[in-house]
């Protein structure tokens, strides 16, 4: 594919668009071809001018300009670039149009949305016609849901390798993680209650984003309860983000015929202290389910958080950090007892934004330079994709590099160390 730019960032102006910003110009000067845009100009310039003295940027970057309801705009930002990163939500309402023009153009996307009901209108809509056109759209490149997917890709492969088995259930417990929530995630999160009732309670599937000619595995539905974890010896309670990345992952073991396994189970939670912290976290997921449930108390909630764009301050993102923990377990085989794995993947930056545009950079590069490799891998070359199912372990090696931690232990000891120093 020739085009005159390998990405380029599409609200380049918001918080996490800017930061893909400073990561281009901080480790890719010179080696990636790349451009801004966004709605307003002076905005993008203000960006760039920051951007260039903080990181004595020396090539001159391109300011295309855009609205997400300018159709002709965006199909003209489609065909010069081989990726377009998608930065600015909700998705819902800003996202279609920019699908649309990749499709036209046989452009490649990548998002950071976690809005699952979008995603199911995406599949619904355009994976056919994504894949009968060879253009991958790849949802959900952020904190939500790329750990969960690297993390179940690099698991799976682990246990298949080491135990020469499939897996019958993986599993993703959020072990620590701080930098604050900002405004645009809670948006974000109220934003799916905004569907139709219908849509709503199709996506509570635990399958909802399933090819629909696909087996379904053993789960019913979201953790809401509380759990003791035999496999890491503790209490776990219900994952906010949950929702979006146990879909997101159940998708891409289906879309890859089931690779990680047949029937597999996954799931996620949180780790708390004890029993007593799992019980008051299960009741208050429940509450603020109920209340992001009804229209009025869910207005209330959007006038009381931070608006779009603000909430977290750049020292909370520079201090921020977050671990999971990875649970793998074989299937029973030939009178063999299934085994367990562990391990962890981790960064030591903030979930929602340093963390968020790092690792949906480097899934657009890796789509925009990485083809034959992502062949040779089996990975999936049209559709609605996962990042798990266009990428996979080709991502791991360039999110190892980027500065994350994969870790595998087994039977208490470490089997498989990758840990990259920080880029």
Request: net charge positive.
């Given at each position: 594919m020739s085009r005159t730019y390998d990405v380029v960032v599409l609200?380049?102006?918001?918080?996490?668009?800017?930061?893909?910003?400073?990561?281009?110009?901080?480790?890719?000067?010179?080696?990636?071809?790349?451009?801004?845009?966004?709605?307003?100009?002076?905005k993008m310039e203000k960006v760039k001018q920051d951007v260039a003295k903080r990181y004595s940027l020396r090539q001159d970057i391109p300011?295309?300009?855009?609205?997400?309801?300018?159709?002709?705009?965006?199909?003209?930002?489609?065909?010069?670039?081989?990726?377009?990163?998608?930065?600015?939500?909700p998705f819902a309402k800003l996202g279609t149009n920019i699908v649309k023009a990749c499709l036209k153009e046989g452009t490649n996307y990548v998002d950071i949305t976690g809005e699952v009901q979008w995603v199911q209108q995406m599949i619904e809509e355009h994976h056919d016609e994504a894949a009968r056109k060879g253009v991958k759209i790849v949802h959900c490149c952020g904190f939500d849901s790329i750990p969960?997917?690297?993390?179940?890709?690099?698991?799976?492969?682990?246990?298949?390798?080491?135990?020469?088995?499939p897996c019958k259930s993986l599993e993703a417990q959020m072990v620590k993680g701080s930098g604050g929530l900002?405004?645009?995630?809670?948006?974000?999160?109220?934003?799916?209650?905004?569907?139709?009732?219908?849509?709503?309670?199709?996506?509570?599937?635990?399958?909802?984003?399933?090819?629909?000619?696909?087996?379904?595995?053993?789960?019913?539905?979201?953790?809401?309860?509380?759990?003791?974890?035999?496999?890491?010896?503790?209490?776990?309670g219900p994952f906010i983000m949950a929702p979006v990345n146990t879909r997101v992952v159940r998708r891409t073991n289906a879309l890859l015929q089931h690779k990680y396994g047949k029937n597999l189970s996954y799931n996620e939670s949180v780790q708390v202290p004890n029993l007593f912290a799992a019980l008051i976290l299960s009741a208050l997921m429940s509450?603020?389910?109920?209340?992001?449930?009804?229209?009025?108390?869910?207005?209330?909630?959007?006038?009381?958080?931070?608006?779009p764009g603000t909430g977290v301050t750049r020292e909370q993102m520079d201090k921020g950090y977050w671990e999971l923990a990875l649970v793998g377990e074989t299937q029973e085989e030939g009178g063999k007892p299934s085994r367990i794995a562990r391990g962890r993947v981790g960064h030591d930056r903030d979930p929602g934004y340093l963390s968020?545009?790092?690792?949906?950079?480097?899934?657009?590069?890796?789509?925009?330079?990485?083809?034959?490799?992502l062949r040779a891998a089996g990975m999936l070359q049209g559709g609605i994709?996962?990042?798990?199912?266009?990428?996979?372990?080709?991502?791991?090696?360039?999110?190892?590099?980027?500065?994350?931690?994969?870790?595998?232990?087994?039977?208490?000891?470490?089997?498989v160390s990758h840990k990259a120093h920080h880029a």
């Open positions: 609200g380049s102006t918001g918080t996490v668009g800017k930061l893909v910003c400073e990561h281009l110009a901080d480790h890719y000067q010179g080696k990636i071809k790349w451009a801004m845009a966004a709605r307003n100009k002076a300011l295309l300009v855009a609205d997400a309801t300018d159709q002709v705009a965006l199909n003209n930002i489609a065909k010069q670039t081989k990726v377009i990163m998608a930065m600015s939500g969960s997917e690297i993390g179940a890709a690099f698991m799976a492969d682990h246990i298949q390798k080491t135990f020469g088995r900002g405004g645009g995630t809670i948006y974000s999160l109220l934003g799916v209650f905004e569907s139709p009732k219908d849509r709503l309670k199709r996506i509570g599937d635990a399958y909802a984003l399933d090819p629909p000619d696909s087996s379904r595995g053993p789960d019913k539905g979201d953790m809401l309860g509380v759990k003791y974890s035999k496999a890491t010896g503790k209490w776990t509450l603020g389910g109920l209340l992001a449930w009804f229209n009025l108390t869910r207005k209330l909630i959007f006038k009381l958080v931070p608006a968020t545009s790092r690792m949906c950079l480097e899934a657009a590069i890796c789509l925009a330079t990485q083809e034959k490799e994709l996962t990042p798990g199912s266009a990428m996979g372990l080709v991502l791991a090696e360039r999110l190892k590099a980027a500065g994350l931690t994969f870790e595998i232990d087994t039977d208490n000891a470490v089997d």
